[in-house]
């Protein structure tokens, strides 16, 4: 009976994340201690807003059995008739179907007049004559009264059943449109008074509504954005599994980030998927043409059309012209470049802000628009404002999925190359190695004027790191920077920095690239004041002649390829070089969801202890992983909520480390280890509880959380070769 | 499964020899609690722990491993641990277990330890 719920809500299995958000407004709902306060649930359409309070309902409904629950949904109706008879009705049926536990009567078409004879059946004379002078007032067409009425309704119910309420209410910025008089001002200032001294949850799109309700009544906004990654990629993956369909997980991660994890967007792909080519998701291209034949042609795109239809022209304009602006745009600047008159500027600004498309703020506009609605508009502008062909539009709207669908597997190429880069020169201790190998053009052509016999002598180099965490706003080529000392001059004189500017394209370092390494080196050198700066640039493919000359132009600065990388990598670090003479090999993923039943930690055992057995981890450190995934799994169950749900493991198996993510869905469990526990010393016991974290960190190289949308992660790592061997070695 | 896989305890008469399973949990935790107490309250007997089968002690494990140390030395009893090895033995370094009570390395150097010869009754 618990899993029936009065309101249509999504079968679990297509509901995923928010369990964080649910569990908020559900303490909020059964916490009486506080003075009454309401949640604002702000966000886009189709985000999930409806699901989360008809969840939260359920659970209300069933859950417990002393706050009633009063979920009420505002209609599109202008009419303050319409609404207070059918608020009147839903509030008394609510009632008595929590009163009596029977979803029946709430499930019921009751007429009012039945309505007040249950009432009076019940004993509530003052809820039935409330009716009766609610029913008075509409023979009169009274307004005002019948506002009055029903907004007293909770009020009466409360009082005459003796019981507390939580009110959630979706769509509450419909009721901005509702009139007493014909163009008259909404009732949302009525509502916001009715509100006062309630507890309540309530969903809206718009920043307007929030904004005016929480200046009225003691409330929390609460942003309802799209899922975060590893929800949205998890949530793609299940339901794939679940019409069988086949993925990879890359392409699974870019549709998850180009469908802002919407849930919406995610389940009408994969039921386009199950209904069409059920491979897409195998291959980036696959993805590219499923999701713009469904944007443009699908029923994404038909939900798409409804919504945006209210738009008109000008909104199309107006919101075409935002996209293509990286900032907020003026309303006047807008109104005239778009020559569109102030008047049909601010009903369009009215229509779009309502739709939640853009944010209004001081006079200036910025679009808030999702990508995929983005797609939409553009395709829209495309084929009807500029007149292009559907096909043509279809082309190029596919080429830039793919663009931005291989910047997410590019990520961790790059950081990749980066780290290759950070342990080759931290492996500099003194060694001759050919010059030739930092002298490098093109197509692996030597520097004219190199001596081929001449040598290089390496620093001793002292760690190396990654120079973002002091450039945080530049952009452009990675910068790594190492600190050594000139072989054997271990004093300040000595001290040497290498600045290491990389680029992992198949194109050649170009003049840009060196102009924007150039200046950020000099930046950085200041930072450091370093006896001597050595500037290092590697590309994956070489240097442009321009570029070369410039580099020239500026001082001595070392150049290196991909190969002479290599040459460089091998002659340092011979024995670390474990991929020399065979393919690197590659970054693999595994990802498990355990369910919370006894002993599931040891499921996740079994997968790490395959994993990590054959990336060539010892028996002591396979023990050690094995602990620190049961601690990790055990943690993440006792905090998931209750009742305990799913935990996600990734384990990432890199050439030189292990790396464990472990979640649940959306709770923090980072504070369940707070505390550090004392160990007692000789003789005495250690303290009891509170040993996770410590064991983790004792038998882990890392441990760290990493914070998501409403809940924490926890990411432990080993190292193959583990830091301090390295160092030794 | 070997022979001390099989057997939950060994009685010694004045020493009980306890054995964990593989995976030293909250439910294998209360199951050594319940033997010692039984032990404990009809004979006041010492006690030895021995890990030699387990691989993996979780932190609720490490709990209720502290609880019953603290049980037996409440009843006056010794108690110790055998057979520790690997990543067990790392965990109970991190908590401080090996500095405050004996750690022998197997069930036989404890009996040696505790002057118990020969056995008496086998479960």
Not at chain 1, 48 to 61: V, Y
Request: charged share 25%.
């Amino acid at each position: 009976m618990r899993n029936k719920s009065i309101f249509t809500v999504l079968p679990d299995g297509l509901f995923f994340g928010r369990a964080a958000l649910l569990e908020r407004i559900y303490k909020a709902a059964v916490d009486l201690s506080h003075p009454p306060c309401g949640i604002i649930l702000k966000g886009p359409r189709w985000i999930g807003k409806t699901e989360i309070l008809r969840r939260t309902h359920r659970e209300l409904f069933w859950g417990q059995g002393f706050v009633v629950p009063l979920y009420y949904q505002f209609s599109e109706t202008s009419r303050v008739d319409e609404f207070s008879g059918d608020f009147i009705s839903e509030v008394i049926k609510q009632f008595l179907a929590f009163k009596r536990r029977d979803p029946e009567i709430a499930r019921g078409q009751l007429t009012l007049t039945k309505l007040r004879g249950l009432l009076t059946d019940e004993g509530f004379m003052e809820a039935a004559d409330l009716i009766t002078a609610h029913l008075d007032a509409r023979a009169v067409g009274e307004p005002a009264a019948l506002l009055r009425n029903a907004l007293r309704v909770v009020e009466v119910m409360t009082r005459e059943t003796n019981s507390q309420v939580f009110l959630l209410l979706d769509d509450i910025g419909r009721a901005a449109a509702i009139n007493l008089y014909k163009d008259g001002p909404g009732i949302m200032r009525e509502i916001a008074a009715a509100l006062k001294p309630l507890s309540f949850a309530a969903s809206t799109g718009t920043g307007a509504i929030s904004e005016g309700l929480s200046g009225e009544v003691c409330s929390e906004t609460m942003e309802v954005s799209g899922l975060p990654g590893h929800e949205a990629r998890a949530m793609i993956e299940e339901l794939l599994r679940g019409y069988s369909l086949n993925f990879e997980t890359e392409v699974v991660s870019t549709a998850a980030q180009r469908l802002s994890g919407n849930p919406f967007y995610i389940r009408e792909i994969v039921r386009a998927l199950s209904c069409g080519p059920g491979d897409a998701l195998k291959t980036l291209k696959g993805f590219a043409t499923l999701y713009v034949r469904e944007i443009t042609t699908g029923t994404l795109g038909s939900a798409l059309g409804g919504q945006l239809s209210q738009c008109g022209h000008k909104g199309l304009r107006v919101l075409r012209a935002l996209m293509m602006q990286r900032g907020p745009v003026g309303i006047d600047d807008l109104s005239e470049r778009l020559g569109i008159s102030t008047a049909d500027m601010e009903r369009t600004v009215l229509v779009l802000e309502s739709l939640n498309l853009i944010r209004v703020n001081l006079g200036s506009l910025t679009c808030t628009s999702d990508p995929v609605v983005r797609d939409y508009i553009e395709y829209i502008s495309n084929t009807g404002l500029l007149g292009k062909g559907i096909e043509e539009t279809r082309t190029w709207m596919i080429r830039d999925v793919l663009k931005a669908g291989y910047s997410v597997p590019g990520r961790s190429v790059r950081q990749r190359f980066r780290q290759e880069i950070m342990d080759v020169i931290r492996a500099f201790d003194g060694e001759e190695v050919p010059e030739r190998l930092f002298r490098v053009s093109a197509g692996g052509e030597v520097l004219e004027g190199t001596d081929k016999d001449s040598v290089l002598r390496l620093p001793t180099v002292t760690g190396s790191f990654a120079a973002s965490a002091f450039e945080k706003y530049e952009s452009g080529l990675p910068i790594v920077i190492a600190h050594g000392f000139a072989p054997g001059r271990f004093d300040a004189s000595g001290e040497v920095l290498w600045l290491v500017g990389l680029k992992d394209s198949q194109t050649l370092i170009n003049i840009g690239d060196v102009e924007n390494f150039l200046r950020r080196s000099r930046i950085l050198q200041r930072e450091f004041c370093p006896a001597r700066v050595i500037r290092w640039l590697v590309g994956q493919k070489g240097f442009s002649p321009e570029a070369l000359q410039r580099l020239r132009e500026d001082g001595p600065a070392y150049t290196s390829d991909a190969a002479a990388l290599a040459a460089v990598k091998k002659l340092v670090n011979p024995v670390k070089d474990k991929t020399s003479g065979g393919p690197e090999p590659l970054r693999r993923e595994f990802e498990m969801v355990l369910p919370p039943s006894r002993n599931a930690e040891l499921v996740a055992v079994r997968g790490a202890t395959e994993i990590s057995s054959e990336m060539g981890f010892d028996e002591d450190s396979i023990g050690r992983i094995k602990t620190s995934v049961v601690e990790a799994c055990i943690n993440a169950f006792e905090h998931s909520g209750s009742p305990p749900s799913k935990v996600h493991l990734r384990f990432v198996a890199d050439p030189e480390s292990l790396t464990i993510y472990v979640s649940n869905p959306g709770f923090d469990f980072d504070g369940a280890f707070a505390a550090a526990p004392s160990s007692g010393g000789v003789d005495a016991l250690p303290q009891k509880r509170g040993w996770g974290l410590e064991l983790m960190r004792g038998l882990m190289d890392e441990v760290r959380f990493e914070s998501l949308e409403g809940g924490t992660r926890l990411v432990l790592v080993k190292y193959l070769n583990a830091k301090g061997e390295d160092d030794d070695g | 499964m070997t022979d001390k896989e099989a057997r939950t305890f060994t009685d010694y008469g004045d020493v009980i020899v306890i054995y964990a399973r593989d995976y030293m949990n909250d439910i294998e935790g209360e199951k050594l609690e319940d033997i010692c107490e039984s032990f404990l309250k009809e004979r006041g007997c010492s006690i030895i722990l021995d890990f030699s089968s387990t691989d993996i002690i979780n932190s609720i494990g490490i709990s209720i491993l502290t609880g019953i140390i603290e049980k037996v030395r409440g009843f006056g009893t010794k108690v110790a641990l055998s057979g520790v090895h690997g990543v067990v033995y790392d965990v109970l370094k991190i908590v401080g277990l090996t500095e405050s009570v004996p750690i022998y390395e197997s069930e036989e150097a404890a009996l040696k330890a505790y002057g118990v010869k020969e056995r008496v009754i086998a479960v």
